[in-house]
Antibody, heavy 122, light 106 residues
Framework: QVQLVESGGSVVQPGRSLRLSCTASGFAFSNYGMHWVRQAPGKGLEWVAVISSDGSTKYYADFVKGRFTISRDNSKNTLYLQMNSLRAEDTAVFYC???????????????WGQGTLVTVSS | EIVMTQSPATLSVSPGERATLSCRASQTVSSMLAWYQQKPGQAPRLLIYGASTRATGIPARFSGSGFGTEFTLTISSLQSEDFAVYYCQQYKNWQTFGQGTKVEIK
């Protein structure tokens, strides 16, 4: 079955950087687009970024443009999120998630990891 | 940006009763609407896509309906494991999530 395991979350000071990873198994990783979605404590789901199956196309939410970079290494079945210039408001659980294969839309998600917590605090 | 509005924010229901959750889009999303369930401390789980198609392994007591701007998720007979937060998401134009409806035990 599909497994998505995030790692890299930690406590980091404002202005610093952090890289999250998501290791995938149980499906043909290189055939699927992938997302990062975050959830601040006690809040709802907030989409962050998506990357195409081959890594050539990326889209970002407006609030992270220029600060976050999504990437992938299909040889390692791994998705990444490089986060720079972190702010207190970036504190959240970050989920990696897989694009569903049911439709032509990149934005339908059918599988999620368990998430990794990023806390931005001095 | 398409804004998704869910109502009510909290729904109190007794086990065995029916729960009806609503989701409204600020402009038409056709049938490109999904519902997710999230339990405390867990990742979201896809329940419904295409407004009315159950995802793999989702029990028949979950049903979705609607088209355009008005959508409904119905849980026909609430089980203890169904008490959770439910999010709608449109995926017609980029994507946006609703703010969620918490289904709690009455």
């Amino acid at each position: 079955q599909v497994q998505l395991v995030e790692s890299g979350g930690s406590v980091v000071q404002p202005g610093r950087s952090l890289r999250l990873s998501c290791t995938a198994s149980g499906f043909a990783f290189s055939n699927y687009g992938m997302h990062w979605v975050r959830q601040a404590p006690g809040k709802g789901l907030e989409w962050v970024a998506v990357i195409s199956s081959d890594g050539s196309t990326k889209y970002y939410a407006d609030f992270v443009k220029g600060r976050f970079t999504i990437s992938r290494d299909n040889s390692k079945n791994t998705l990444y999120l490089q986060m720079n210039s972190l702010r207190a408001e970036d504190t959240a659980v970050f989920y990696c998630a897989k694009v569903a294969g049911y439709t032509s839309s990149w934005y339908l998600i059918d599988d999620w990891g368990q998430g990794t917590l990023v806390t931005v605090s001095s | 940006e398409i804004v998704m509005t869910q109502s009510p924010a909290t729904l109190s229901v007794s086990p065995g009763e029916r729960a009806t959750l609503s989701c409204r889009a600020s402009q038409t999303v056709s049938s490109m609407l999904a519902w997710y369930q999230q339990k405390p401390g867990q990742a979201p789980r896809l329940l419904i896509y295409g407004a009315s198609t159950r995802a793999t392994g989702i029990p028949a007591r979950f049903s979705g309906s609607g088209f355009g701007t008005e959508f409904t998720l119905t849980i026909s007979s609430l089980q203890s494991e169904d008490f959770a937060v439910y999010y709608c998401q449109q995926y017609k134009n980029w994507q946006t999530f609703g703010q969620g409806t918490k289904v709690e035990i009455k």
